[in-house]
Antibody, heavy 121, light 105 residues
């Protein structure tokens, strides 16, 4: 069973860059899986940020206000998220999650434990 | 954007009760609807995918139905571990509903 673990700074200054990494264990990042980031502001609903395949193909949520980049490091079996020019609205628990590429539609069947990132000076 | 609404926003029920939660999409999404359970401080857990398919390992008291714009999640007989929040997600353009909080009466 794949396990996911988010890591990165828990505090980012406004206008700075939020960088998180999701380490994959119990499976290969080269498997038939879409690797996603999802966030949840405190007391609010979930928002899908985007996803990446091991080929490097990406899809992003067009509704996001902040510029985001998702990348993959096959040598380290991990994928990453960068959000630039952050504001307080980017304060959230950030989750990494997976969708099997074999499923008909997107669904998130495996999740990391989540990491709170606070944007504050 | 496809907007998702859920009703009720919260409800109280007792162990053994049958509970139904509704999710509505602002546009036709076919069967592209998933249901998750989330407990405080924890990541969501996939219960139902593609509207009516039970995720592996999820108890059979959970079921989903619907298509197009209207969907339901039913818990046939509430167990103590089922008190949590329930969220729907449309996978057509990937957005989540606001959630339904299920409390013990």
């Amino acid at each position: 069973q794949v396990q996911l673990h988010e890591s990165g700074p828990g505090l980012v200054k406004p206008s700075g860059t939020l960088s998180l990494t999701c380490a994959v264990s119990g499976g290969s990042i080269n498997s038939s899986t879409w690797w996603s980031w999802v966030r949840q502001p405190p007391g609010k609903g979930l928002e899908w940020i985007g996803e990446i395949y091991h080929s490097g193909s990406t899809n992003y949520n067009p509704s996001l206000k902040s510029p985001v980049t998702i990348s993959i490091d096959r040598s380290k079996n991990q994928f990453s998220l960068k959000v630039t020019s952050v504001t307080a609205a980017d304060t959230a628990v950030y989750y990494c999650a997976t969708t099997p590429a074999t499923t008909k539609y997107q669904n998130f069947d495996c999740w990391g434990q989540g990491m709170l990132v606070t944007v504050s000076s | 954007d496809i907007q998702m609404t859920q009703s009720p926003s919260s409800l109280s029920a007792s162990v053994g009760d049958r509970v139904t939660i509704t999710c509505r999409a602002s546009h036709n999404i076919g069967d592209r609807l998933n249901w998750y359970q989330q407990k405080p401080g924890k990541a969501p857990k996939l219960l139902i995918y593609a509207a009516s398919n039970l995720q592996s390992g999820v108890p059979s008291r959970f079921s989903g139905s619907g298509s197009g714009t209207d969907f339901t999640l039913t818990i046939s007989s509430l167990q103590p571990e089922d008190f949590a929040s329930y969220l729907c997600q449309q996978s057509y353009r990937s957005s989540f509903g606001p959630g339904t909080r299920l409390d013990i009466k």
